[in-house]
């Protein structure tokens, strides 16, 4: 089939992206990383960083290559799979492995600089963290975009005059999300277990028993847990935003060749509209980047006001721009369809709104929790949990409402579950998650952002920059906080809509597989077809999907117990790291005479090395068995047990995801509050209350918490690339 000329604005955006991205890492770059002591700082953590990612790739390589074999040899000697696997799997990996290396490359080299432009005005600290955090955005996004046109340009050369071309084309696509979805989880679970080991470490020998400040030269931790605030929050979280904008693009982009089959120059026009309307959120996103700006003596509203002003202006221009896209592309229904991906941007914005009304203490229930602190630590952790649980149930419903609305509105509000009316629902459901991840340009910079003004405070305290300085790398890092926890909310959203996508997309491929394998089955009205040709009741008909099928019973409870076991064993994998950094940080206290009189330096590079030995050895497991569990569910129970092995994921996976971050950040934000002055301030009973708070949240809303929403989509990625396996054994 001809590419329609529409179609390029996707690489051109793509090229425009990395372009920016490029530019702003330049303009980062030509300005001055500060002091001789500064740059010394800078240089400790940046070298820790680029030690433990070089070492993380290894181990990943070596996991991508044993997996890619067999993907091969279910392609090409079992005929289970498309020929094409293989390749899309390792080249979402490298994709989604550079774009965190991108991503972390800047970071480490912004840090000072915000730090030394504090030094002149809030502002200028504002801008040069917040643009080098738009360099992962972009990067992001612009890898993203160019993997999926690449990829759409073979494949749609190859299949030229097939009559399923663009559902055999979409599906294959789909499966490079693996690829992604899997670096993204070993950078996820990787990083998060090297930052709270180093962090846990950190303050609870140097803060709370040593009675020193965060980030002190003196706590042999503190540049371990620097490094850690990098490989977590920015290669972790870039590799998992990746791998969630893709997937929604790629889900519903398949979803789109389905709905649409039976009008072929329709067909192409809604696959490529989910790349079209990323595309265009590009620009977009561009424009809400120099929106940001703040002024000196600003608030820590004034601070919200600045970066929500850029995010909500780029999502307000890509709602009217949906608008036109469809529109001129004469989908039938486009405006339903353009109300669909509104529905998705208010949810992102919604939940957004509301992980930060639970984060913040610029509202009630983080400003609890501080005060909670006067009372001791155990009811610091009891209002932290409660607060935590309560959080889950806006989005919860938030995420709910969205996907009813989107799929009435993409159906003309069709309650009848016939084949079309479904088909063209779940198209509307997987347009939703495109819009909700469609400025991730600007979205995923607020988010990176954030370590970056860690990183930069960090910096201000080990090198004694002057009070006026650390006030204000202290307000950008207590709004990088709040930014980490809205973006994680916002990462674990669009996770719920990709993952109920690729929830239907699973269905086409499995059907596909069945009719590689020259299997039938009966429809509705009792005649044997070929599985091509099976609506979705057909198909749920045939393998009995429902909820008296013990299998499909058996598989939600799997599905939920997968997300409680993958939290315990990332947990525990941070409570052993931890030990041995607390271990390691009081033999140094207490063997190098003069460190707490800072006549001695520490030992920095042996607690840089417990993380990096901590995370490589402790990733290994809980990753695998996110690969493992839909694997063997789908042997033993097969298509019924994975539907529902995928459902109770989801849904038990997304609201302790959302409970588990929003928890650790109120915990973190009500420690900020303390240490503002507040509640007796800095070395204060509520003070060092709050900080075991904080330690205990750590793990929360950096490891096991942000891990979940990558789990649950790669649970729906293995499960597709199987389909072939579920199906030989099932």
């Known amino acids: ?116 432009a504090a030094r002149q005005s809030m502002d200028a600290g504002l801008k040069i963290a917040f643009r080098s955090g738009a360099v992962m955005g972009l990067t992001v996004v612009g890898l993203g975009l160019l993997d999926i046109a690449i990829w759409f340009l073979i494949l749609n050369a190859f299949y030229q005059g097939d009559q399923m071309a663009l559902v055999t084309i979409t599906t294959t696509m789909l499966t490079f999300g693996m690829g992604a979805s899997t670096q993204a989880l070993f950078a996820r679970v990787g990083g998060g277990i090297y930052t709270k080991a180093a962090d846990v470490g950190a303050d609870i020998v140097g803060k709370v028993e040593a009675d020193i400040p965060e980030d002190d030269p003196r706590n042999p931790a503190t540049i371990a847990d620097n490094v850690g605030d990098n490989v977590g929050d920015v290669a972790g979280m870039g590799a998992d935003l990746y791998e969630s904008y893709c997937g929604s693009i790629l889900s519903t982009a398949a979803l789109g060749a389905v709905a649409f089959a039976m009008v072929p120059d329709m067909q192409l026009r809604a696959v490529i509209a989910p790349m079209l309307i990323a595309a265009i959120g590009v ?23 600045s970066l929500s002003l850029g995010t909500n202006v780029s999502a307000a221009l890509i709602a009217v721009a949906t608008f036109a896209i469809l529109y001129l592309l004469q989908i039938d229904n486009w405006l339903g369809l353009s109300f669909s991906v509104i529905t998705g941007l208010a949810a992102g914005v919604i939940i957004g709104q509301a992980t930060e009304y639970y984060t913040s203490h610029s509202y009630k229930p983080t400003q609890k ?90 910096n201000a305290e080990m090198s004694e920059l002057g009070e006026e300085v650390r006030h204000r790398t202290d307000a950008l890092d207590a709004l990088g906080n709040t930014t980490a926890a809205t973006g994680k909310g916002f990462a674990i959203g669009s996770a719920a809509l990709t993952a109920l996508a690729l929830l239907a997309s699973y269905i086409e491929e499995v059907k596909i597989a069945m009719e590689r394998a020259g299997m039938t089955l009966t429809n509705l009205k009792g005649d044997v077809i070929n599985a091509a040709q099976a609506t979705i009741p057909d198909f ?59 006549k001695a330096t520490p030992d920095y590079g042996s607690c840089v090395e417990i993380s990096t030995r901590a995370a490589q050895h402790e990733m290994i497991f809980p990753s695998l068995l996110a690969i493992a569990i839909p694997i063997v569910v789908g042997c033993i129970l097969g298509v019924a047990g994975v539907l529902g092995l995928l459902v109770g994921g989801l849904a038990c996976g997304f609201t302790l995801a959302v409970f588990m971050a929003n928890a650790g950040g109120a915990w973190d934000n009500a420690k900020k509050m303390v240490e503002e002055g507040n509640f007796g301030g800095k070395g204060s009973f509520a003070h060092k209350a709050t900080i075991v708070g904080d330690t205990v949240g750590d793990p929360f809303k950096d490891t096991s918490g942000p891990s979940l929403n990558i789990l649950i989509k790669l649970m729906s990625m293995v499960s597709i690339v199987m389909a072939g396996l579920t199906i030989a054994f099932a």
Request: aromatic share 12%.
């Open 1 to 116: 089939m001809n590419v329609p000329s529409a179609f390029w604005l996707v690489p051109v955006a793509s090229v425009v992206a990395l372009s920016m991205a490029w530019y702003f890492f330049r303009s980062m770059m030509g300005t001055d990383e500060g002091t001789p002591r500064m740059r010394e700082i800078a240089g400790h953590v940046r070298r820790g960083a680029m030690a433990y990612l070089k070492q993380q790739y290894k181990v990943v390589t070596i996991v991508f290559i044993v997996l890619a074999a067999v993907f091969a040899f279910m392609a090409y000697v079992l005929h289970w799979q498309n020929p094409w696997v293989p390749f899309a799997f390792l080249t979402g990996g490298f994709f989604s492995g550079l774009a965190g290396f991108f991503g972390m490359k800047t970071a480490t080299f912004a840090s000072a600089r915000t730090a030394n």
């Open 283 to 305: 620009f977009l996103s561009i424009f809400g980047i120099y929106l940001v700006r703040t002024k000196e003596g600003a608030t820590m509203r004034d601070l919200l006001h």
């Open 369 to 458: 929790i501080s005060e909670a602190g006067l009372t001791g630590s155990a009811t610091v952790i009891i209002k932290g949990i409660g607060t935590g649980m309560i959080s889950t149930c806006i989005p919860v419903v938030t995420i709910g409402v969205a996907i009813m609305l989107s799929y009435l509105c993409a159906n003309g509000f069709n309650t009848d579950l016939t084949a079309e009316a479904l088909s063209r629902g779940l198209y509307g459901i997987g347009i939703a998650a495109v819009g909700m991840l469609s400025t991730l340009g600007i979205t995923l910079a607020t988010d990176a952002y954030g370590p970056i003004a860690d990183n930069a405070g960090g």
């Open 540 to 598: 749920m008909n045939y393998f009995q999907v429902n909820l008296m099928n013990p299998k499909v019973l058996v598989g939600a409870f799997i599905g939920a117990m997968a997300a409680f076991l993958f939290c315990g064993l990332t947990m525990e994998a941070v409570g052993r790291a931890a030990q041995k950094m607390v271990e390691e940080v009081r033999r140094q206290f207490r063997e190098i005479k003069g460190i707490l009189e800072g």
